[in-house]
T-cell receptor
Framework: SAVISQKPSRDICQRGTSLTIQCQVDSQVTMMFWYRQQPGQSLTLIATANQGSEATYESGFVIDKFPISRPNLTFSTLTVSNMSPEDSSIYLC?????????????FGSGTRLTVV | SQQGEEDPQALSIQEGENATMNCSYK?????LQWYRQNSGRGLVHLILIRSNEREKHSGRLRVTLDTSKKSSSLLITASRAADTASYFCARGGSNYKLTFGKGTLLTVNP
């Protein structure tokens, strides 16, 4: 299975600023997914990022707030823009197991974001 | 939206005991997956059961799936303190997206 390097692992940011989170995969993958996990909660899908096309956002998430880049098949970034304390969460990237729908997904180690 | 509901929300057991966690879902699935998360870190895939399977084993893990009841259970046998973590079920659909349940926080006391 793929190995994902996610950076930064944690950050404390001032409100109104932006943070870009990076995920680097050790192999080429078709789809990458970005999740948010609010404190004590489960994972909520923010968007799906395919190389060469715009990310597809889930209900409640917009591109202006969470711009995503996917410049190639091994890398993606998620930016949390104009942050407020409500954005304090763990953000995780994930990759699909290839064109086989019945394999487990691989996750990055997460970015713990605190907005003050 | 979250379509997996898990119970219990929290479970505390002694080392050596078995732990059972349940997951229910509302719509059709290609597969049902279970993940573990230690202390708010990344998720680790534990086991996947396909929609046409009823039971699957992996080491100390046993997963069952009842598609007629839209439910699954994860059994961890002979638990260890290192099993302390949050466990999530995730519904795998045809669109490659995963929909996660609320999770069960398992505490295994030494």
């Amino acid at each position: 299975s793929a190995v994902i390097s996610q950076k930064p692992s944690r950050d404390i940011c001032q409100r109104g600023t932006s943070l870009t989170i990076q995920c680097q995969v050790d192999s080429q993958v078709t789809m990458m997914f970005w999740y948010r996990q609010q404190p004590g909660q489960s994972l909520t899908l923010i968007a799906t990022a395919n190389q060469g096309s715009e990310a597809t956002y889930e209900s409640g998430f917009v591109i202006d707030k969470f711009p995503i880049s996917r410049p190639n098949l091994t890398f993606s970034t998620l930016t949390v823009s104009n942050m407020s304390p409500e954005d304090s969460s763990i953000y995780l990237c994930s990759v699909d197991p290839g064109h086989v729908v019945n394999y487990g997904y691989t996750f990055g180690s997460g970015t713990r974001l605190t907005v003050v | 939206s979250q379509q997996g509901e898990e119970d219990p929300q929290a479970l505390s057991i002694q080392e050596g005991e078995n732990a059972t966690m349940n997951c229910s879902y509302k719509t059709s699935i290609n597969n049902l997956q279970w993940y573990r998360q230690n202390s708010g870190r990344g998720l680790v895939h534990l086991i996947l059961i396909r929609s046409n399977e009823r039971e699957k084993h992996s080491g100390r893990l046993r997963v069952t799936l009842d598609t007629s009841k839209k439910s699954s259970s994860l059994l961890i046998t002979a638990s260890r303190a290192a099993d302390t973590a949050s466990y999530f079920c995730a519904r795998g659909g045809s669109n490659y997206k995963l929909t996660f349940g609320k999770g069960t926080l398992l505490t295994v006391n030494p």
